[in-house]
Every structure is written in structure tokens, then in C-alpha cells.
């Protein structure tokens, strides 16, 4: 019997999956990715400024990107489970290169239009809700399943990591160089992951390649609907995303309303999101190895609630400070904990399917927690928003103990 199937996992360091050559070169692969998706998000956004300087131009380009999550994660899922996930990878790396250099030529000639900005970021949408399920289904083909949870939370630092450096690189590229970099840098960063897809010799592995693609849909919607975990995961993801989806969506106007700050300031509070996630992802593992998963999401979801509660509070650095890291590390405590139950209780044929359906609600509840915070800001204020949203995450998270995830 092999060590690791009787080790206690509070014994394995979060970092032993960087050990592993593969999963080592996927993940810095994975941060220079994530640092040019954000270095793209302020590129497009500030370019859009310029080209069509409307709110609802500006708030489209954002749309754009996101929009395709909602409703074809889900086929992208169903399509990784039917083909070569390391071919898929390539194909839409490949694409997403050519999409983002056509980006940053035409940028550079000034020959974009706004609608054509809209277009191509888009098709980078587009690119990535493929390259998202079919990156997360075959993370558990590069470790062992005993650490897994270390590489799910790897995965959270990594994003964490370009959130909080992304759009201060991005910022500094486009003020010496040009917006044109940003898109450049983008695609340089895509050019990396074909690189480490090229070194992986993925074994033969099941899939539902001899089923027709409607067939593998209905059967990946049964396999969920079925599955009672996955359902618990799914239903816990929107109970957590709907009312914590009011930092993201109103984080902009406490800065500049509550806070008085410029975008100095906003770039700062990223920045303390992220660094709560990376911190935070050094103790989930003995926190949920302690409590056990579900009160680990219960707990954390508590910690959020009152981390809300406090930035309503808050109008200095002293106070904002701690509360957005305590933000930061409990969000990624709880959707790292739901991502891991989620891959764990996926079998390898169904796993891209189920990781879509994962991504649908995330995206999902993030749309329409954002409509629903943001309508209640319109008609109060942001912080009477983000204290009835603290409360509604108490409420949620009572509800979600009943849905078991270990």
C-alpha cells in the first residue's frame, strides 16, 4: 500500500504539487496566462475610453469577455469530455494567440473600431469558456488524487497572484508604451501555455467520444442532477456567489464614494484581495483537514459575511485594509474547497462536463448578484447594500450546512 493513501493530508505541504515537473510548468504557465487575460482587461477597457468613452460601451467590453460563460460553459464541458483535452488546449491557445496579436496590430495601426474591440473580445470569451473546463478536468491527470486540493488551491494563488499584480503591470505598459502592449503581452502569455501543452505526453483516458454530442449533454445533466455531492456543490456555489458577488460589483463605488480615493486606491484593494486568497491558501488545508469541509464553507462564508459587514463600516486605510484581506481569504477558502469536492467526486468522463456546470453557476450567480447589488445601491446606498448582503450570507450560510459536501 503506497504512503499516500494512508497519510493524513494535513502532512502534505501545500506546495507538493509544485514538485511534480508537469503540474510545475502548467502552473507558472497558468500565472503568466492569467496575468495577460487581466493585462487584457484594462487594455480593452481603457481602450474603449477612447473609442467610445459611453458607460454601457465600457461596461460591454467586460460583458464580452464574461458572456459566453453563462450560457456555453456547459457544451465547452461537454465537448473537452469528447475529444483529446491536450489537442482542445492547443486549438484554443493557438486561437486565442492569433485573436489577441490580430487585437494588438490593428490596435497599434489605430485601426480599431469600438464594435471591433466588442467583436474580438468576444472570440477571446469565446477561447477561454473552452479553455476553462478542459484546463480544470485535467488538472487531476497531473497529481496524485491525494493532492488534489493543494493543486485546486495552486490554482486559486495563481489567479489571486495577476489579479493583484495584472492591472498595476497593465496600467504601467500602457502609460510607456502604449494600450497596443497590453493585447501584445496577452498573447505572448498564451504563446507559454502551448509551449508546456507541447511537453505533455497525456495518457489514453475514457471519454464519451462514441456518443453523439447531444447525447453526452443529456447524459452529463442526468450525471449531475443524479449525483447528490455534485448538487450539494453546485447549490452551495450560488448560495456563496450571490450575495458575495456585491464586493465585486460595488467595490469600484466604495472606493470612490465611501473611500474618496482615486484609482490608486482601487488598484490597492485588488491587490489585498488577492494577497488574502494567496495567504489564505496556506491554512485551508489544516483548517479543513480540523473542521471538515463543510463547516470549513460555513465558516468561511460567515468570515465574508462579516468582512461585508465591516467595509460598509469602513472609511480609512487602518480598517479597510484588514477587511479586504479577511474578504479575500475567505472567498478563496470557500471556492477552492467547493472546486476540490467538485473535481474529487467527478469521474474522468464526466469531469469537463461537470466543471462546466460548476462554471455556469459561478457565472451564473455573479450576473445576477450583480444586478440584483447593484439595483439595491441605485435605490439606498453602498453601504446599506453591502450590510443586507453581509446578512443574506448569514442566512445562506445556515442553508448551505444542510447541503453536505464531505
Not at 503591470?169 to 502569455?189: P, Q
Not at 443524479?226 to 450575495?243: D, E, G, I
Not at 488574502?276 to 468561511?300: E, F, Q, Y
Request: charged share 10%.
Amino acid at each position: 500500500m503506497s504512503t499516500s493513501t494512508i497519510a493524513p493530508a494535513v502532512r502534505i505541504s501545500p506546495w507538493a504539487p509544485l514538485r511534480i515537473r508537469l503540474f510545475r510548468a502548467f502552473w507558472f504557465a497558468s500565472i503568466a496566462s492569467n496575468l495577460g487575460t487581466w493585462i487584457h482587461e484594462v487594455g480593452a477597457g481603457w481602450l474603449m475610453t477612447h473609442l467610445a468613452p459611453e458607460p454601457q460601451m465600457v461596461a460591454a467590453v467586460r460583458t464580452a469577455m464574461s458572456l459566453p460563460i453563462v450560457f456555453l460553459a456547459f457544451p465547452a464541458g461537454a465537448l473537452a469530455d469528447r475529444i483529446d483535452r491536450r489537442r482542445l488546449l492547443l486549438v484554443t491557445q493557438i486561437s486565442l494567440l492569433l485573436i489577441a496579436t490580430t487585437l494588438s496590430m490593428l490596435t497599434a495601426a489605430d485601426l480599431i473600431s469600438a464594435w471591433g474591440l466588442l467583436a474580438l473580445t468576444f472570440l477571446i470569451g469565446l477561447g477561454m469558456v473552452l479553455h476553462i473546463p478542459t484546463w480544470q478536468a485535467s488538472v487531476p491527470e497531473l497529481v496524485p488524487r491525494n493532492q488534489l486540493s493543494r493543486a485546486v488551491a495552486l490554482g486559486s494563488i495563481s489567479f489571486n497572484l495577476a489579479r493583484a499584480v495584472g492591472p498595476a503591470v497593465g496600467g504601467l505598459l500602457i502609460a510607456s508604451l502604449g494600450v497596443w502592449i497590453a493585447f501584445a503581452m496577452n498573447a505572448a502569455s498564451f504563446a507559454g501555455v502551448i509551449v508546456v501543452l507541447l511537453l505533455w505526453q497525456r495518457r489514453g483516458t475514457e471519454s464519451s467520444r462514441g456518443q453523439s454530442f447531444a447525447l453526452s449533454v443529456r447524459h452529463g445533466i442526468r450525471y449531475i442532477m443524479r449525483k447528490v455531492r455534485m448538487r450539494n456543490v453546485l447549490a452551495s456555489v450560488f448560495l456563496f456567489v450571490l450575495p458575495a458577488s456585491v464586493m465585486w460589483s460595488l467595490l469600484p463605488l466604495v472606493v470612490s464614494q465611501q473611500l474618496g480615493w482615486d484609482a490608486g486606491g482601487f488598484g490597492m484593494l485588488y491587490g489585498l484581495i488577492g494577497a488574502g486568497a494567496v495567504a489564505a491558501a496556506g491554512v485551508l488545508p489544516r483548517i479543513d483537514h480540523r473542521l471538515g469541509r463543510d463547516k470549513t464553507v460555513a465558516v468561511a462564508m460567515i468570515g465574508f459575511a462579516l468582512g461585508l459587514w465591516c467595509l460598509s463600516q469602513a472609511h480609512s486605510v487602518t480598517t479597510v485594509v484588514p477587511v479586504m484581506l479577511l474578504l479575500g481569504s475567505c472567498w478563496m477558502m470557500t471556492l477552492t474547497s467547493l472546486n476540490t469536492t467538485a473535481q474529487i467526486t467527478l469521474p474522468q468522463r464526466m469531469r469537463a462536463r461537470g466543471m462546466g456546470s460548476y462554471l455556469t453557476i459561478l457565472a451564473l450567480s455573479m450576473t445576477l448578484g450583480s444586478i440584483l447589488w447593484g439595483f439595491v445601491a441605485e435605490q439606498t446606498d453602498v453601504a446599506f447594500a453591502l450590510r443586507t448582503a453581509a446578512a443574506l450570507m448569514i442566512v445562506t450560510a445556515a442553508a448551505g450546512l444542510r447541503f453536505r459536501l464531505d
